[in-house]
């Protein structure tokens, strides 16, 4: 395992080293056992983010029909209360940060106002 002293990383404890891949120190008595958990953990977080990426995907998708369906009967692109539910059920689940993703997943499926 190659280590990086970590005084050059931001805001780490001063003359420890690292696995820089893991962040896992080198020197601790469990690094084997880190590393291989750490490495199992992110390809979990790898194929949950493919997932995640497939389906915004077909949110988008999935919003455009709606958008295509209300213009073409008159209505208009954009459903402000629809769009308030939306921003508020993130919200309530993931708070403030809840709200600044559903304001993206909302830009991603219906383009910039």
Wanted: glycine share 10%.
């Amino acid at each position: 395992m190659s280590t990086l002293s970590l005084d050059t990383a931001l805001g780490a404890p001063l003359g420890l080293a690292f696995d820089p891949a893991t962040g896992v120190r080198a020197e601790a008595h469990n690094a084997t056992e880190a590393v291989e958990a750490v490495l199992a953990h992110r390809a979990a977080i790898d194929e949950a983010d493919r997932c995640l990426i497939e389906l915004i995907k077909e949110r988008c998708r999935l919003s455009g029909e709606v958008q295509k369906a209300r213009i073409s009967s008159g209505g208009p692109r954009v459903v402000r209360g629809r769009e308030q539910h939306i921003v508020g059920s993130y919200e309530a689940e993931f708070g403030v940060v809840g709200q600044e993703f559903a304001r993206l997943l909302l830009e991603l499926g219906r383009g910039r106002l």
